[in-house]
């Protein structure tokens, strides 16, 4: 398992370091390096935690990859689109979740190999889990709107068909 993250995490930075030096980034090229840092970030703390220290007990970094997601496929279908200062709050979950990791350090809250354990956290479990999965699944199915959108709209700005070009 420590093979795949290594892998993991190497291919994230690398692939998270080209897209930031790239010359002239757009937005959505910021906001895919910084997605890809993210999950650098999550798979070195996973190393971390299987074999040296269990350092990291709460996962609040997958609450950014819906919100990156969605700005992602926002900022490379709509043109000359700005960011806005409004799209931060599509990542208040991430920080309503990372400000209970702070309050809930050390205590074992966040136990994934008992997830089922009844014990006093086991509601917030179940809602962390809800949350996410409702997270997921809402960003994923906008993001996928947005692209079908993206693509009628381009079959419309098309003048020429064929079937030999698509």
């Given at each position: 398992m420590d093979e795949i993250l290594y892998v993991?995490?190497?291919?994230?930075?690398?692939?998270?370091l080209m897209i930031a030096t790239k010359r002239n980034p757009q937005v959505a090229d910021r906001i895919l390096a910084a997605?890809?840092?993210?999950?650098?970030?999550?798979?070195g703390f996973a190393i971390v935690n299987t074999s040296i220290?269990?350092?990291?007990?709460?996962?609040?970094?997958?609450?950014?990859?819906?919100?990156?997601?969605?700005l992602y496929v926002k900022f490379q279908t709509i043109e000359d689109l700005r960011f806005r200062w409004e799209y931060a709050?599509?990542?208040i979950p991430f920080l309503a979740?990372?400000?209970?990791?702070?309050?809930?350090?050390?205590r074992?809250?966040?136990?994934?190999?008992?997830?089922?354990?009844?014990?006093?956290?086991l509601s917030f479990r179940l809602i962390y889990g809800l949350s996410f999965f409702i997270s997921i699944t809402t960003y994923s199915t906008i993001a996928?709107?947005?692209?079908?959108?993206?693509?009628?709209?381009?079959?419309?700005?098309?003048?020429y068909t064929s079937g030999k070009i698509t």
């Open positions: 993991g995490l190497s291919q994230s930075f690398f692939a998270g997605w890809l840092f993210l999950i650098a970030i999550e798979m220290i269990p350092l990291y007990e709460f996962v609040f970094i997958p609450f950014t990859y819906g919100p990156l997601l969605y709050l599509h990542f979740v990372f400000t209970t990791a702070i309050v809930f350090r050390g074992p809250v966040m136990r994934l190999d008992n997830f089922w354990n009844a014990d006093p956290f996928f709107i947005l692209i079908n959108r993206h693509q009628k709209n381009m079959q419309n700005l098309v003048s």
